[in-house]
Nanobody, 124 residues
Framework: QVQLVESGGGLVQAGGSLRLSCAASGRTGSRYALGWFRQAPGKERDFVATISWSGGSTDYADSVKGRFTISRNNAKNTVYLQMNSLEPEDTAVYYC?????????????????WGQGTQVTVSS
């Protein structure tokens, strides 16, 4: 089992920045790809970004490409999501997820473990 805990959410004005963190604990000795997803009220959970075990491969949703950056520090068992140029449309609960493979993936059902989420609110 792997436990994931997100932090760093909050309220920010449009154009601002936030950095989300997700700390993993438990069976972190295995190799996991990690991802970020988000869910706005009344909408489905959407893919945001993913990163391979090595960090050498990343993938982003078109809506965040060029504004968000995913990274990881395996020594700290932590994945980050740097979010710049935030827009009101980015308002959502952001979830961290881990999958028992080293490669990236966009589909939520590929992921085995999920955090509890952190709220990001962008005001206009």
């Amino acid at each position: 089992q792997v436990q994931l805990v997100e932090s760093g959410g909050g309220l920010v004005q449009a154009g601002g920045s936030l950095r989300l963190s997700c700390a993993a604990s438990g069976r972190t000795g295995s190799r996991y790809a990690l991802g970020w997803f988000r869910q706005a009220p009344g909408k489905e959970r959407d893919f945001v970004a993913t990163i391979s075990w090595s960090g050498g491969s990343t993938d982003y949703a078109d809506s965040v490409k060029g504004r968000f950056t995913i990274s990881r520090n395996n020594a700290k068992n932590t994945v980050y999501l740097q979010m710049n140029s935030l827009e009101p449309e980015d308002t959502a609960v952001y979830y961290c997820a881990a999958r028992r493979t080293v490669v990236v993936g966009r589909a939520a059902d590929l992921y085995d473990y999920w955090g509890q989420g952190t709220q990001v609110t962008v005001s206009s």
